[in-house]
């Protein structure tokens, strides 16, 4: 019954969907806006029935109803309750649902918007959302129906049916295959979730976009409109990749937490171009410039969205983040070219109106630098874009699939984000319009003595990697004049007579959105900071060792205590190890390295034991064991500088995507010109 109820919802969410394209496109094409909001109305009612199909998963997976095949493939009757729930992502059909429903919540929060002043935006903006939509409704009935029913047919095979084949007897396992072990990680129960927000929430400034073009209204306002949805998309896509980094570390045991997989890369993609779009667009709101490039970019990103999401369901790519292989993945290369094809048609019928009359006028501006910024970051995108397609390109070519892995995207992409961090030092000590070297070169003098104060310093403690201290300098560069920006503004409201604790609040309430990127760029450069320690510094070793014996890291040391073997309640068999940590001699901890291994899906997982602290972490890696009585343990054993300062730059970098968009109190504070804008009109209004 359950199984009908939430096939049947899932019926009427597509129809409704499909209703709402048609009504929207007659009611824009006969200008009729009732039924513009007959089709807001039925974009509205496709979230309750798409709530109901999730529902009635979640439903059918906590009462392990095994005939399903969806629920045999991704529970089993000894996973905990909150496994089971989170399941409904932890498969592809259940993972097609929660897409869509998480792109129906979007779309319903969209529609509850008022649109007075926007009435001729509103049929194009359900028709993309719904169209989306409505793609990923679609292989949801037609090919990765979550529903489907087990059947044994005559000769004894297992197929999967909505209805009964003829000839074929229902069939129902004693017990499912179990979640796979590696998406039993608090970081991976959360990661999707935040991933998929990023990516659908895209979908909302893309479709305002392409109203745009539609209806000939090219000034900023399609901007403004979806600021707070773009940054709300950066955000759940930057939570996304920094909760899949977390799982990586704490769940592949392999000591560190960004490999460029494909999907990782994939997943990357709209992130690189979702941060170009939001630097670009402040240009043109601020001086009506970059009009076809903010267009180009919104487009990539949504392009980029769905193929990551093709790359991840439809197996042509090998990975540990992928779904297995499927035949959706024709459909969505199909999608993609449709809507990307379309896309372009718009912006070039556009092109002429796009055109400003404004031009950057020197290249030491901020508009130049936010442009050099942008190309940068486009620079990676064709990199990391080119190492995902490369080895699908080898194997259609040469029959043989090519890796691409990490020695290529780092030696690539490596100078491009240093080039970035030294981007993000310069471009706040520039001017709007116009910012002379003189100038610059004024602003520049403290930060860079005291970024090569830092880089001797670094170096009188024994660092001795040429592209360590040059990495490090440029962090210590872009540090030193970020903090120098709230120095300065909290200094001339101080000048005021506000104490520097009020200083420094009001600062960042009266300019939520400046100084919020700067808190922004403050994690990226603790991040950064972190990154560079791992990379340069990081030393592993692996031996095997009797209990009571030691490895030596460094100044690290671990002793073989012992091994415990036990099952826990849900099944598993649990190998824990107990190892004791020294450092310089001293006792300084105690980690538990352990290999669980699930019965019901016949897997094993790596859970490793790390003592960490704000300088470093210690991680350990039981690799096998014998009994104590034979042979010892095997252990892999790495010490990983600055690790920690990742994860705390992530915290530094949310904090400051929350004070960016948070309601400005001059709700027309963001629409003011630059100071050269000002000038130009007041000119041109002088008789």
Known sequence: MLAHIGYGALWLAFLLSLYAIGTAFYGAQRHKPAWAESARRAALLVWPMLTLVAVSIIALLLTNQFQIEFVTSVTSREMPL???????????????????????????ALMLRSWARDREFLPWVIIVTMVTLAFFLGLSLFVENPFARLWATANGHIVKAMFRPAGAMPFTPQDGNGLNPLLRHPGMILHPPFLYSGFVAFVIPYAFAMASLITGRTDARWIRLTRRWSLAAWLFLSLGLILGMRWSYDVLGWGGYWGWDPVEVAALLPWLSGTAFLHSVMIQEKEELLKHWNMVLIILTYALVIFGTFLTRSGVLSSVHAFAQSSIGPLFFAFIGITFTISLYLLMRRWNALKSDLKIESLLSREALFTFNNLVFMGIVVVAFWGVIFPILSELVTGQKVTVGPPFYQKATGPLFALLLLL???????????????????????????????????????????????????????GFVTIGEFVRGVRARMRRGESPFTAFVRLLARNRRRYGGYIVHLGVIVMAAGIIGTQFFATQTQATVP?????????????????????????????????????????????HPRRDFYVDSQQPMTIP???????????????????????????????????????????????????????????????????????????????
């Open 82 to 108: 909150y496994l089971k729930i989170t399941a409904l992502w932890g498969g592809q059909a259940g993972s097609l649902i929660f897409w869509s429903w998480l792109m129906a919540t979007f779309t319903f």
């Open 424 to 478: 993000m030092g310069i471009a706040p000590l520039s001017a709007w319009g116009y910012a002379s070297a003189r100038r610059l070169k004024k602003l520049l003098i403290v930060p860079l003595t005291l970024s090569l104060l830092t880089v001797a310093g670094l170096a009188a403690l024994g660092v001795r990697s040429v592209w360590a201290l040059l990495g490090f300098w440029l962090v210590a560069l872009t």
């Open 547 to 591: 209990q009571g014996g030691k490895i030596t890291l460094g100044r690290y040391a671990m002793t073989y205590d012992g091994l415990q073997e036990f099952f826990a309640r849900d099944g598993r068999h649990v190998a824990r190890a107990i190892v004791s940590v020294y450092k310089d001699g001293q006792k300084v901890g105690t980690v």
């Open 609 to 687: 034991g790390v003592r960490s602290t704000w300088l470093d972490d210690f991680y350990v890696i039981l690799v096998d064991w014998q009994p104590i009585s034979v042979e010892g343990a095997t252990f892999k054993v790495y010490r990983q500088p600055l690790v920690n300062w990742i994860w705390m730059g992530a915290l530094i970098f949310i904090l400051g995507t929350l004070v960016a968009a948070w309601p400005e109190p001059d709700p027309e504070a963001a629409k003011r010109p630059s100071p050269r804008r000002a000038r130009r009109a007041a000119k041109a209004a002088t008789p």
